[in-house]
């Protein structure tokens, strides 16, 4: 139930298209839904996040759709560039001290 | 602020020998943890801390695994003996208190165990 399911594994887009990495999780105690992205030889760091009151959050270039019912959210980049080749995390939390949950990673490769 | 201050960055070891990870967390942060990053598990949590107290440990995969938290600027992961599938990358990740599950990660601890 702690499970977060993660797809695809990879994705390669073309420069300006809109890769979509999508999550799904089972326990309904979750309430914040934060993105990670990675580097090669880095951590991963904070991208975006969303809280179930909402359907959709907005930074950027970056949007989060949030499906409460079916327990899904997803990660779209609109207008994707080279540099955001990287690998994207989901992940998962509750209220109990910042644990998350994360899901197996997406490796995106935007080709120029 | 200088973020989450792991080392080594690089570690190669040889199988059986004790190996030992060092965190500093972001100064004023009083949750801490600990993840172990592999391609066939992806991000795993081992154990994390909150103001110095480890909270829960269930993803410490072994008893060979250790994790202390001496006060609240530093922590450490210990591999007692070590084994080549410890091999991975070990990420300390701090946050602070009131951001809820806002999470901080280092730039790891690259093992490999031969």
């Known amino acids: 139930q702690q499970q977060v399911k993660q797809s695809p594994q990879s994705l390669i887009v073309q420069k300006g298209g809109i890769p979509i990495i999508n999550c799904a999780y089972e326990n309904t105690a979750f309430d914040y839904f934060p993105w990670y992205q990675q580097f090669p030889g880095k951590g991963p760091a904070l991208l975006i996040a969303i809280r179930p009151d909402v359907s959709e959050k907005k930074e950027g270039r970056f949007t989060i759709s949030f499906n409460k019912s079916a327990k899904q959210f997803s990660l779209h980049i609109m207008d994707s560039q080279p540099g955001d080749s990287a690998t994207y995390f989901c992940?998962?939390?509750?209220?109990?001290?910042?644990?998350?949950?994360f899901g197996q990673g997406t490796i995106l490769t935007v080709h120029p | 602020d200088a973020g989450v201050i792991q080392s080594p960055r690089h570690e190669v070891t040889e199988m059986g020998q004790e190996v030992t990870l060092r965190c500093k967390p972001i100064s004023g942060h009083n949750s801490l943890f600990w993840y172990r990053q592999t391609m066939m598990r992806g991000l795993e949590l081992l154990i994390y801390?909150?103001?110095?107290?480890?909270?829960?440990d269930s993803g410490m995969p072994e008893d060979r695994f250790s994790a202390k938290m001496p006060n609240a600027s530093f922590s450490t992961l210990k591999i007692q003996p070590s084994e080549p599938r410890d091999s991975a990358v070990y990420f300390c990740a701090s946050s602070p208190q009131g951001t809820r599950n806002t999470i901080y990660f280092g730039e790891g601890s690259w093992l490999t165990v031969v």
């Open positions: 992940a998962a939390g509750g209220t109990s001290y910042g644990k998350l949950t």
């Open positions: 801390f909150n103001n110095n107290v480890p909270i829960d």
